[in-house]
């Protein structure tokens, strides 16, 4: 336990670059996740906009990523990381092979959603004259976000999950905090503890998920 003390500043630091490696995945990839989604559910047959080429080429893109383990996906992004972001090692290269992976994810999470929105709420808004972009907007994801939200919640916990990697790569955070601190150094309470702060961000943050969707879904 006393190490534990020893090591308080680094034990926050590496909590804040966990929260910082979260806040802005879910920012790029969430974004990059939705509007993926988005292209997915409006292409498909028989949707708003269809496009059989469009559809089937991001759909066959998203499902070989997809089920790619992360720790293997890491190795391979990281030439592309260092070709785009300058460099391949650190919490910065980490981000961005978490935001592509975290996009494809998104994506189909996104695009299932949007497929549960009621077929008779868009016909009503075509027969009222709204165009593709406005029943996207004003219709098929208010309908779905209090599910979306969900979707967006489950995807931030496995984020989470995914920074414990981010040693590998010579990144920080608090699943490598507890590899270096606590099981490479047979200090057992400092990795409890770097597991139990992972514990309470991921518990705030599905709270915080099951929260908005319940104000959305009782509007």
């Known amino acids: 336990m006393d190490r534990l003390f020893e090591l308080g500043s680094e034990f926050w630091v590496a909590a804040y670059e966990t929260l910082y490696m979260v806040a802005l ?30 559809f089937n080429v991001l759909n066959v893109v998203i499902n070989f990523f997809r089920p790619i383990p992360f720790i293997i996906f890491l190795a391979a992004v990281q030439p592309l990381a260092r070709y785009v972001i300058g460099v391949g090692i650190g919490n910065d290269a980490l981000v961005f092979s978490l935001s592509i992976a975290a996009s494809f994810a998104i994506s189909r999470i996104v695009e299932q959603n949007l497929i549960t929105v009621s077929p008779g709420a868009i016909e009503a808004a075509r027969a009222m004259g709204a165009g593709p972009v406005r ?55 400092i990795t409890w503890a770097a597991l139990l702060l992972i514990v309470v961000f991921v518990q705030a943050l599905q709270f915080l998920g099951n929260w908005l969707a319940r104000k959305v879904l009782r509007r």
């Open 135 to 189: 029943i996207l907007r004003t219709v098929v994801i208010p309908e779905a976000l209090g599910p979306l939200i969900l979707g967006y919640t489950f995807i931030v916990v496995a984020i989470v999950d995914m920074t414990a990697m981010a040693g590998f790569i010579g990144g920080g955070g608090l699943g490598n905090f507890a590899l270096v601190y606590g099981y490479r150094q047979f200090e057992p309470a």
């Open 25 to 54: 995945t879910l920012l790029i990839g969430g974004a990059i996740g939705l509007l993926l989604g988005v292209v997915l559910y409006s292409t498909r047959p028989g949707s708003l906009l269809p496009n059989r080429a469009v």
